[in-house]
């Protein structure tokens, strides 16, 4: 006799099932239409997600409703390992990305970005030139500095210091305050022969496709995006982890009925 459990399980792999197919086929649509490196960044992710995601969906779906109990124990397993994987991922999200903060300046709307104040493991990650060379094809790609030139243009150095801008934009679009430049227009600025302790100061270049995208605190400013973002990622993990937990609960219902009827129909000789 079917019992609830089974139902549950089947249900809840019939939703998984079906909403691997959108997963897969963007993931087969941005390998062959992809144009730029950030686009065909995700390709193999979303690819190997949604394979998975299908697979691990017919297994419990056999599994409870076809009471199949090696299936539904293979299930079982997958979703404890996934379930220990991102336990183990939502507490490093938050360990990496509990240091790190702007620096509010002095008459400012915005905030300037210091690459040492943020952990060591992403700083290692984004001073890798590997690393970096992506990283910084995709900011350019994306247009970040050049939407932003064109927002500011019309603002006066006043209002300009006034915005209060996004931590890439702050660190990727503009000089750093402490190298004193002139300003003409939002990516437009006046330098200076005076000595800076600022490496980033000599690093700058109007040119809107060098910028400031190869300084510190462009780095900086990316790792504090990355650093909300994650932490935004982790608080959803803990949602996430709350549900896998309650369906690995239910699969456990569901295995346990399948061995118990299993049992049963051997007994019978059905």
Wanted: glycine share 6%.
């Amino acid at each position: 006799m079917f019992r609830l459990s089974n139902n549950l399980i089947g249900i809840l792999n019939v939703i998984t099932f079906i909403l691997s197919i959108p997963i897969l086929w963007a993931g087969v649509w941005l390998s062959n239409k992809g144009v730029t490196e950030c686009e065909k960044f995700l390709d193999k992710p979303l690819i190997i997600l949604g394979v998975f995601l299908m697979v691990i969906s017919l297994a419990g779906l056999i599994g409870a409703c076809c009471r199949v109990s090696w299936l539904l124990w293979t299930y079982l397993l997958v979703m404890f390992l996934l379930i220990v994987i991102l336990f183990c991922f939502t507490i490093f999200a938050f360990v990496v990305t509990n240091k790190g903060a702007g620096e509010v300046v002095s008459e400012r709307g915005y905030k300037e970005y210091r690459l040492g104040d943020y952990s060591n493991w992403l700083q290692k990650r984004v001073n890798s030139t590997k690393n970096w060379n992506k990283i910084r094809s995709c900011l350019v790609d994306s247009k970040v500095c050049s939407t932003f030139a064109g927002k500011y243009a019309g603002n006066n150095v006043d209002e300009f210091y006034k915005q209060h801008l996004s931590s890439v934009q702050s660190g990727c679009c503009k000089p750093s305050t402490d190298c004193q430049f002139t300003y003409v227009s939002p990516t437009n600025w006046s330098t200076t022969t005076v000595a800076q302790t600022n490496p980033d100061c000599s690093t700058w270049n109007n040119d809107p496709k060098t910028l400031c995208y190869d300084c510190q605190a462009c780095k900086a400013g990316l790792l504090d995006q990355v650093k909300r973002d994650w932490k935004k990622v982790a608080i959803l993990n803990i949602v996430l982890l709350i549900v896998l937990i309650i369906v690995y609960s239910i699969g456990c219902c569901a295995f346990r009925n399948s061995r118990r009827d299993n049992a049963y129909r051997g007994k019978n000789g059905a």
